[in-house]
Nanobody, 119 residues
Framework: QVQLVESGGGLVQAGGSLRLSCAASENIFSFNAMGWYRQGPGKERELVASITSARVTNYADSVKGRFTISRDNAKNTVYLQMNSLKPEDTAVYYC?????????????WGHGTQVTVSS
């Protein structure tokens, strides 16, 4: 079972920045894609950003131009750089990984890290 451990969350004022990290227990090069999701108070979990093994990225419209996802295969880590943070970015942020073995798709989730943006 792949383990994902998020870190880097915290309390920040609006306009500030945070960088989230997601460390994987296995070589992330084998993952088809990794992503960051978030779940705000009273909201459903939503995709924030994803990155494939070919480093193709995808972002939610609400974070385009402010957040950047990247990966360091040597460190088995995926990052989410968050700039110009807004109070509506407040949520628990979860790391996700997907991979395929013998045509079966597997997924793993981290336990989440809290991001709170004060106005």
């Amino acid at each position: 079972q792949v383990q994902l451990v998020e870190s880097g969350g915290g309390l920040v004022q609006a306009g500030g920045s945070l960088r989230l990290s997601c460390a994987a227990s296995e070589n992330i090069f084998s993952f088809n894609a990794m992503g960051w999701y978030r779940q705000g108070p009273g909201k459903e979990r939503e995709l924030v950003a994803s990155i494939t093994s070919a480093r193709v990225t995808n972002y939610a419209d609400s974070v385009k131009g402010r957040f950047t996802i990247s990966r360091d295969n040597a460190k088995n880590t995926v990052y989410l750089q968050m700039n110009s943070l807004k109070p509506e970015d407040t949520a628990v942020y979860y790391c996700n990984a997907n991979w395929v073995v013998l045509s079966r798709t597997f997924t793993s989730w981290g336990h989440g890290t809290q991001v709170t943006v004060s106005s």
